[in-house]
């Protein structure tokens, strides 16, 4: 699993309310990323940090915010959830060798906006 | 942005039959990733393959850059192989295709 752990594993919330997703890992990689993966979409990239205080922004970032204070933590915080935000959440990090870029996932987090 | 295509969305076969998946890109890409989503949700990287082709075990895959499209064998399949297959590629970001729904029956 490439030493990536998300927390909670699982939420319910309800609309209106901040939520703070957790992805953390052990082996020092330089480049993290939240993903959304809802029926019929696939994965899609919401935010992605290639270094400690510098992120940028993805496909489906409006409404989400991230931070990354250490190596190891990837913070997604949702302002004020709403109900379009129920989705399942993953974190992935890439192992960059030589020009190969793999990504590898963390188990998810399924959020539930009420 | 660069589309991602996989066929057929959904699969079901008995254990013991060959499959093939596809991914169609409409770009060229510098990175081409297979994913199988076991029914617990976990995402399991099967194959790194930009071009050219790699095996493992029962599973092999084929990437034919100039022609853009990718190929993901599964022979003699079991139950275990159930899940759904994600094609993945990059040219400056990673984009996901919608999967493949793969069943495997006793």
């Known amino acids: ?114 | 942005g660069i589309q991602v295509e996989q066929s057929p969305p959904d699969l079901i076969l008995q254990e013991g039959a060959n499959s093939t998946l596809r991914c169609n890109f409409s770009d060229s890409v510098n990175n081409l990733q297979w994913f199988h989503q076991n029914p617990w949700g976990q995402l399991i990287n099967l194959f790194y393959i930009p071009s050219g082709t790699k095996q493992n075990g029962r599973l092999s895959a084929t990437t034919v850059a100039t022609e853009r499209y990718s190929l993901l064998y599964i022979s003699s399949s079991q139950t275990t192989d159930s899940g759904v297959y994600f094609c993945a590629v990059e040219s400056d970001k990673l984009i996901f295709g919608t999967g493949t729904r793969l069943q495997v029956f006793p």
Not at chain 1, 33 to 54: A, E, N
Not at chain 1, 70 to 99: N, P, R
């Open chain 1, 1 to 114: 699993d490439a030493g990536i752990t998300q927390s909670p594993r699982h939420k319910v919330t309800e609309t209106g309310t901040p939520v703070t997703l957790r992805c953390h890992q052990t082996e020092n990689h330089r480049y993290m990323y939240w993903y959304r993966q809802d029926p019929g979409h696939g994965l899609r990239l919401i935010h992605y940090s290639y270094g400690v205080k510098d992120t940028d922004k993805g496909e489906v970032s409006d409404g989400y915010s991230v931070s990354r204070s250490k190596t190891e933590d990837f913070l997604l915080t949702l302002e004020s959830a709403t109900s379009s935000q129920t989705s399942v959440y993953f974190c992935a990090i890439s192992e960059i060798w030589k020009t190969k870029n793999i990504q590898y996932f963390g188990a998810g987090t399924r959020l539930s906006v009420l």
